[in-house]
């Protein structure tokens, strides 16, 4: 049997707060409702890197493939630092 999500809350808010869970939970890639929850969970939503993020880490894996072993080593570790970044 599913979980039918039957209870409501409602809220009142400035339009400007509003406004602003609007925008994150877009940049996070959930539904206003799922960040909400995630935000009262001990998993808090992160934004979601933009499409361009991707395209350049699969050009620097591109790049890597014609480096030295010593450099692909270095930069599999940035590559590293910079997705925990993100």
């Known amino acids: 049997m599913?979980?039918?999500k039957t209870a409501r809350l409602e809220?009142?808010?400035q339009p400007s707060e509003k406004e602003r869970?609007?925008?994150a939970a877009k940049r996070?890639?959930?539904s206003a409702t799922a960040y909400v929850l995630r935000c009262c969970?001990?998993?808090?939503?992160q934004a979601k890197p933009p499409d361009e993020f991707w395209e350049l880490l699969n050009e620097l894996y591109t790049v890597m493939?014609?480096?030295s072993p010593e450099k692909?080593?270095?930069?599999?570790?940035?590559?590293l630092r910079l997705?925990?970044?993100m």
Not at 72 to 79: G, N, Y
């Open 11 to 13: 809220l009142r808010l």
């Open 2 to 4: 599913k979980n039918k």
């Open 41 to 45: 969970s001990k998993q808090p939503p």
């Open 83 to 85: 997705q925990e970044v």
């Open 65 to 67: 493939d014609e480096l």
């Open 72 to 79: 692909q080593e270095l930069l599999a570790q940035l590559i």
């Open 28 to 30: 996070s890639g959930l």
């Open 21 to 23: 869970i609007m925008k």
